[in-house]
C-alpha cells in the first residue's frame, strides 16, 4: 500500500480537482481512507463529502463503487467528475439493459476509477452481482447520505439495508459511509447496520456562521415574504412549502409582484423539473417555490436565502434545507415562518399506519423542530447542540441574540459577583453568592458577612440576571465548583485578573424587557354607556353646549368600562382633567354607583393601565447661551472647578448648568460624577423617598456632597428611573 505524504495529498487534490485546500476534515478522513480503514465522516450540507471517496478513488488500484440514493444526483456527480477528466459513470433504473451493459463492461476493463450504484441495484442475495463486484475488483465502497440505512434517522430508505451484505462478502475493502445527519443514534446504527470495523468517525463543526436565522410568527407570511425579497432584488433564493399547491400559489404571488419566480415540485414531469432547476442554476430564475424535492442535486453557491413558508418535519431536514443557502461564504439568510398550527397539522402525517416505532421517532424529532421554533435562546446554539457540538449563548447572528441579548461590558457586575465569592472564603454555592450580593436579610446569610462591603451591592440586577451571569462565569472558566464536600464557588486565575483590575470582560446579558402585565381588557357595560350618555346628555342642554364639549364619547366608554368610582380614580379616566373632574365629577360618580349598587357590578378599575403621562421634557439650553458654554468647556476637558474659575461663576452656577444638560439627556451623570459618589446620592434618594428636594438628601450625606451634586443625580434620577 502507497502512503502519501500530505504535499503529495494536496498536489493531487489540485491536480484532479482544481482545489487548493482542504475544507474541514477532509483530509484526515482521505489519509484514514487510503490506510485501508473504515470510516464515518459526518459533515455539514455543502460541506464537501464528495472529494472524501472521490480523491482516494484516484489514488486506489482499482475502482470506488459509490452507492448514493437519488438517480438525479448520481448523473450531475457523475457529469461532474467526467468534467475533471475523470472516467466515472452510474447504474441505476433509469438506464436501458444496454446501457447498463456497457457500463458493466466498461467498469470490468478497468476503465473507470468510479462506478456510482443505486441502492436498488445491489440484489439482496445474488451471486451473479457479487461476482461481477468481485471481477472488478473493487478498491473502496463509499456509502453517500448513510443515514438511508437507519430507521432513526430522517430520510430511512429500506432498500440500504441490503448494504449489509458488502462487508460480509468483502471484508478487505475499506468502508466510508458519509452523512450529514448527526444524530448519536443514527451514527451507531448505521457503523452496525453496514457492519463496519473499528470505524473511525469524523465529526466536523456543523457551524455554518455565515447563514444567519431568523424564525418569524407565521401572520402575513407571504406580505413578509414580497417585502424581503423587494429588498433583495438580485439576489438568488429558494423558498420551501410542504404542499405542491402551495409552491404554486406562492410562485405565481410572487410572479404578479414582478418577481422572477417559478415553482417546482414532485407533480411536475421531470424534464420541466430539471429545465427549473437549470434555468435557476444559470440565474434565469431569482426564486424558486419548492417542495422538499428542490435542492437535494444543486450545487448553487450564491443562494442568498432559504424561506420557510412552512415549518420543516425535522431539524435535519430544515438544516440540509437552510444549508443550501451561502455555500460561497456570503452572509446569507435563513428564514422560517413558524406556527404552532403547522406542527400540529405534521403530526397527523407523522404517524404512520403499522408502524408505530417509525410513528414515535417522527413525532419526536417533530417535537425537537417545534422545541428549536419555541426555544428561549440563541437559535444557533440550539442547532450545535442538537448536532452534538458546545456552542456559546450568545452568536449575534440570529433573531434571537439580535432582539433578547446583546454583549456588553459587564467587567464592573463581574468584579462585585466575584468579590462576592472571595469576601465569603469561596465556599457557597450560587445561590448563598447571589442572595448575600442582593443583600438578602434571610437567616441564611451569616451575620458576619452581612458586615462585608459586599454584602448588597447586587441589588442592581436582578436574580436571573446574576444567575445568568454566574452560568456564563462558570462556562467561561472565571469560577469553578470545587469537589469537597461544601461544593463551593472557588475563583480561577481568570477570575483573579478581573478582579484586579488587568482584564476587562464581555458578557451577553438580556436586554431589559419591559414589563407589561397582560390583562384580559373588559368590554364596557352598554347599560351603563346609555344611562351616562343620557346624563351628558342633560348636562349638555343645561349648560347649552354640545354633548362632546361636556366629555367625549370615548370617555364615556371608558367610565363604562372601567366604573371609577371616586374622584381620585376619575383622574385616571381619559379626558378628565381636574377642572372636568370637580366640574362633572360627582354627577358621574354617583350614577356610576346607583348603578353598581343596582346591578351588583364591581368596579374594574384595576384592570385600567395608566393614563399615558406626558413626559416632562425638560427644555435644552439653547446653543450658545451661557449654560452651552458651560458644557462645551466641560466637554473639552475642563473641570467644574476649572470653568467655574474661567467664566468667574460659582461652582454651584456651573453644577446647576451641567444639571440642565443631564436632564435633557445630553449630558451623562457618568461623566460628572465618580461612580462612588453617584451610587451613595442615588441609594440615598432611594432610601429616603426624596426624589425631588436636595435639602434632606444633602443632610443625611453631609460636607463630601454639594448641593450641585445632588441635583445633578436627581435630574439624573427624574430621567432614567421614572
Ligand atoms: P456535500 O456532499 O458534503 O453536501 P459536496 O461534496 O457536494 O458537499 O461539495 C459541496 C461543494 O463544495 C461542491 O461545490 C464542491 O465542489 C465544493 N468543495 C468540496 N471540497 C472543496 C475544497 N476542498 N475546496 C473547494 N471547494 C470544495
Ligand atoms: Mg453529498
Ligand atoms: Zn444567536
Known sequence: MTTYTDEQLHKAL???????????????????????????????????????????????????????????????????????????AFLNSSQSQEEQQRVMREAQSGELKLLY???????????????????IGPALFAIDEAHCISSWGHDFRPEYLKLAVLKEQFPSVPVIALTASA???????????????????????????????????????LGHIIDYIKQHKSDSGIIYALSRASTEEIATTLKLQGVNAAAYHAGMDSA??????????RDEYNVVVATIAFGMGIDKSNVRFVIHYDVSKNIEGYYQETGRAGRDGLKSDAILFYSPGDIMKLRKFAQIDDNP???????????????????????????????????????????????????????????????????????YGANYIIDFLRGSAAEKIQTAHRDLKTWGVGKNLKKEEWQWMMQQLLNGGYIKRSTDEYAGLNLTDKAWKILRGEARLKLVMKKPVREQPVLQEPDYDIRLFEALKE??????TSENVPAYAIVADNAIVELATYLPVNFEELKHISGFGDYKVSRYGAAFISAIGRYMAEYKVPSKMHFKKPKPVK??????????????????????????????????????????????????GDLSITKVLPFDKLRAILEMVETTGQYTAAKPIKDLLGDDYTYGEIRMVLEHYKRTKR
Open 535 to 540: 346624563l351628558r346628555a342633560a348636562m349638555a
Open 357 to 427: 416505532q417509525q410513528s414515535a421517532i417522527s413525532l419526536r424529532k417533530l417535537q425537537l423542530m417545534q422545541d428549536y421554533c419555541e426555544n428561549d435562546g440563541c437559535r444557533r446554539q440550539y442547532l450545535m447542540q442538537y448536532f452534538g457540538e458546545q456552542f456559546p449563548a450568545y452568536c449575534g447572528s440570529c433573531d434571537y441574540c439580535q432582539s433578547s441579548l446583546e454583549e456588553k461590558d459587564a467587567t464592573e457586575d463581574a468584579q462585585k459577583l466575584l468579590s462576592a465569592i472571595a469576601r465569603t472564603g469561596e465556599r
Open 117 to 135: 450504484i443505486a441502492p436498488e441495484r445491489i440484489p439482496a442475495n445474488s451471486s451473479v452481482f457479487f461476482d461481477f463486484l468481485r471481477r
Open 183 to 221: 444524530d448519536k443514534v443514527t451514527q451507531q446504527d448505521i457503523a452496525d447496520k453496514l457492519a463496519l470495523r473499528t470505524p473511525k468517525l469524523f465529526l466536523s463543526s456543523f457551524n455554518r456562521p455565515n447563514i444567519h436565522y431568523y424564525i418569524l410568527p407565521k401572520k402575513n407570511a
Open 272 to 281: 420541466e423539473r430539471s429545465r427549473v432547476q437549470e434555468a435557476f442554476q
Open 14 to 88: 489540485s491536480h484532479y480537482f482544481g482545489y487548493d485546500t482542504f475544507r474541514h476534515t477532509q483530509l484526515p478522513i482521505i489519509k484514514n481512507v487510503l490506510s485501508g480503514n473504515d470510516t464515518l465522516a459526518i459533515m455539514p450540507t455543502g460541506g464537501g463529502k464528495s472529494i472524501c471517496y472521490q480523491l482516494p478513488a484516484m489514488l486506489l488500484p482499482g475502482i470506488a463503487i459509490v452507492v448514493s440514493p437519488l438517480i438525479a444526483l448520481m448523473k450531475d456527480q457523475v457529469d461532474a467528475l467526467i468534467a475533471n477528466g475523470i472516467r466515472a
Open 615 to 664: 413626559k416632562e421634557r425638560t427644555e435644552k439650553p439653547a446653543p450658545g447661551s451661557s449654560m452651552d458654554m458651560s458644557l462645551q468647556l466641560f466637554n473639552e476637558g475642563a473641570s467644574i472647578e476649572e470653568i467655574a474659575e474661567q467664566r468667574r461663576l460659582s461652582v454651584g452656577t456651573i453644577e446647576g448648568h451641567l444639571a440642565a444638560f443631564i436632564a435633557s
